[in-house]
């Protein structure tokens, strides 16, 4: 197998390849060809597998198997010439077979490669955060929550069910007089308040006491299921227990059992600092994204769009591996959202396009910047892999070729290039609320023109 020449098309990020098998070598094809399929041969006369590959070409003819055999070095045989040609290939175009037969392949195949990349601009690009400022609401807010999740429900006995009240009820509906499928339940808990149930069935269990049984007057909204929707039920109600949250006091003691903290002042610090941590988190993230845009808005290439076919199908492949996870496949899932795999892609596409413009952009920063990645450091993030997934760093290895982890491990770096060298601008928190303001007059006037 060789490669004859590799040539530049006047298309762009496509190049011809011409390739030769050699006799020999397709020979060989042919009887690894011969060997899989001979046991399905019966000629008349003849049980199967017991034909010889002579007998089998002087009935069938003797190309017969020149599909097969091909099949079988194609692959070999381009990657060993894209390999000579040193190209960066990310695609195929096209396989033309000039000649086949006993004197091997001639073949021309015309691949896409990786395209020429300038970027006008990726050094000084600008991005606004908002300063990690920390009030006492937001403190008190993450107490609340606290309080709110170490309550215990307690039973009420000296007065009615009232709003925030969880009330413990037997139920059944009625449509026409008659029961319906999934109307009914026993000892079902229900927060009064919460609106999970049909509108207006809570607000009238409110203003009972504990073993009054009681008729619930509502009916269906238009949105409901189709053989319910708009129709007036009854629903016959027990109400057997109210209960309500008993809520912890804030103190001291209550700081080291809800937070292992040991005073009410340290509690409150260390949710003051959680906060201001997720907000620098938030901030970073939302500065990696104004500086991605401005490296895809600045990069000039003709992308090929199998690149962003490859994307499409590799993030689908990832949806479906994780969906297996929860016992399902994309189909199902595609099923559920009540779309097809085709308009799904279609969907995705606009993301993936982006992806690939940002790796490209990254790749050519590493490249301007000679940013490489030492063997130390990617012993490091092998250890690293096998220790998020519990895995010998030997089978991680085989798993994760070395040249596409250092690549990626490059990319992170010079992700990690164009943070330090970016021009930040911080301002104040209360800003964020002023431009939130500003920008809600020009959604509601759109949502007036609709």
Same mark, same amino acid.
């Given at each position: 197998?060789?490669?004859?020449?590799?040539?530049?098309? +006047?298309?762009?990020?496509?190049?011809?390849? *011409?390739?030769?098998?050699?006799?020999?070598?397709?020979?060989?094809?042919?009887?690894?060809?011969?060997?899989?399929?001979?046991?399905?041969?019966?000629?008349?006369?003849?049980?199967?597998?017991? #034909?010889?590959?002579?007998?089998?070409?002087?009935?069938?003819?003797?190309?017969?198997?020149?599909?097969?055999?091909?099949?079988?070095?194609?692959?070999?045989?381009?990657?060993?010439?894209?390999?000579?040609?040193?190209?960066?290939?990310?695609?195929?175009?096209?396989?033309?077979?000039?000649?086949?037969?006993?004197?091997?392949?001639?073949?021309?195949?015309?691949?896409?490669?990786?395209?020429? /990349?300038?970027?006008?601009?990726?050094?000084?690009?600008?991005?606004?955060?908002?300063?990690?400022?920390?009030?006492?609401?937001?403190?008190?807010?993450?107490? +609340?929550?606290?309080?709110?999740?170490?309550?215990?429900? #307690?039973? /009420?006995?000296?007065?009615?069910?009232? +709003?925030?009240? !969880?009330?413990?009820?037997?139920?059944?509906?009625?449509?026409?007089?008659?029961?319906?499928?999934?109307?009914?339940?026993?000892?079902?808990?229900?927060?009064?308040?919460?609106?999970?149930?049909?509108?207006?069935?809570?607000?009238?269990?409110?203003?009972?006491?504990?073993?009054?049984?009681?008729?619930?007057?509502?009916?269906?909204?238009?949105?409901?299921?189709?053989?319910?929707?708009?129709?007036?039920? /009854?629903?016959?109600?027990?109400?057997?227990?109210?209960?309500?949250?008993?809520?912890?006091?804030?103190?001291? *003691?209550?700081?080291?059992? @809800?937070?292992?903290?040991?005073?009410?002042?340290?509690?409150?610090?260390?949710?003051?600092?959680?906060?201001?941590?997720?907000?620098?988190?938030?901030?970073?993230?939302?500065?990696?994204?104004?500086?991605?845009?401005?490296?895809?808005?600045?990069?000039?290439?003709?992308?090929? @769009?199998?690149?962003?076919?490859?994307?499409v199908d590799n993030r689908v492949r990832d949806i479906d591996y994780r969906l297996s996870s929860q016992?399902?496949?994309?189909? !199902?899932?595609?099923?559920?959202?009540?779309? !097809?795999?085709?308009?799904?892609?279609?969907?995705?596409?606009?993301?993936?396009?982006?992806?690939?413009?940002?790796?490209?952009?990254?790749?050519?920063?590493?490249?301007?910047?000679?940013?490489? #990645?030492?063997?130390?450091?990617?012993?490091?993030?092998?250890?690293?892999?096998?220790?998020?997934?519990?895995?010998?760093?030997?089978?991680?290895?085989?798993?994760?070729?070395?040249?596409?982890?250092?690549? +990626?491990?490059?990319?992170?770096?010079?992700?990690?290039?164009?943070?330090?060298?970016?021009?930040? !601008?911080?301002?104040?928190?209360?800003?964020? @609320?002023?431009?939130?303001?500003?920008?809600?007059?020009?959604?509601?006037?759109? @949502?007036?023109?609709?």
């Open positions: 197998m060789s490669l004859k020449s590799a040539t530049k098309t +006047d298309e762009a990020n496509v190049h011809s390849l *011409e390739i030769s098998i050699a006799a020999e070598d397709f020979e060989a094809a042919i009887n690894k060809a011969f060997a899989k399929t001979k046991n399905r041969i019966q000629l008349p006369g003849f049980r199967k597998g017991k #034909v010889t590959r002579k007998m089998a070409e002087a009935f069938y003819g003797k190309g017969f198997l020149y599909e097969d055999a091909l099949d079988l070095c194609y692959p070999e045989a381009v990657d060993a010439a894209i390999k000579e040609a040193e190209l960066d290939v990310v695609g195929t175009k096209s396989a033309d077979v000039k000649e086949i037969g006993e004197n091997g392949v001639e073949l021309v195949v015309e691949v896409f490669v990786k395209p020429d /990349v300038e970027l006008k601009a990726y050094k000084e690009l600008t991005a606004t955060q908002f300063a990690a400022e920390v009030t006492e609401e937001e403190v008190q807010n993450k107490i +609340d929550e606290l309080v709110h999740r170490n309550a215990r429900m #307690v039973s /009420v006995e000296d007065r009615a069910a009232q +709003d925030g009240d !969880t009330a413990v009820i037997d139920f059944e509906g009625f449509v026409d007089g008659e029961a319906f499928e999934g109307g009914k339940g026993e000892e079902y808990e229900l927060k009064l308040g919460s609106n999970t149930f049909i509108p207006g069935f809570e607000a009238q269990i409110v203003g009972h006491n504990p073993g009054d049984e009681f008729d619930v007057n509502v009916t269906f909204p238009h949105e409901y299921q189709e053989d319910l929707a708009d129709k007036d039920a /009854v629903f016959k109600v027990k109400l057997h227990e109210i209960k309500m949250e008993e809520l912890p006091e804030v103190d001291d *003691e209550f700081a080291q059992d @809800a937070a292992d903290c040991d005073t009410v002042d340290e509690l409150k610090k260390s949710l003051a600092d959680e906060i201001k941590a997720h907000k620098e988190e938030a901030n970073e993230h939302e500065i990696k994204h104004q500086l991605s845009e401005q490296l895809v808005d600045n990069l000039v290439a003709e992308i090929p @769009a199998c690149m962003i076919d490859t994307e016992g399902l496949n994309i189909e !199902t899932y595609l099923q559920y959202m009540g779309t !097809t795999l085709d308009d799904y892609k279609k969907q995705m596409r606009a993301d993936a396009e982006f992806a690939v413009k940002l790796r490209l952009a990254l790749e050519k920063i590493a490249a301007l910047e000679e940013i490489e #990645v030492t063997d130390e450091a990617l012993e490091k993030e092998y250890e690293k892999f096998a220790g998020d997934y519990q895995m010998d760093v030997e089978k991680i290895k085989t798993i994760l070729p070395a040249d596409q982890l250092k690549k +990626d491990m490059a990319i992170d770096k010079a992700q990690d290039f164009i943070r330090e060298h970016a021009i930040v !601008t911080t301002k104040a928190a209360d800003e964020a @609320a002023d431009e939130a303001a500003d920008e809600a007059p020009a959604e509601e006037s759109a @949502a007036d023109a609709d």
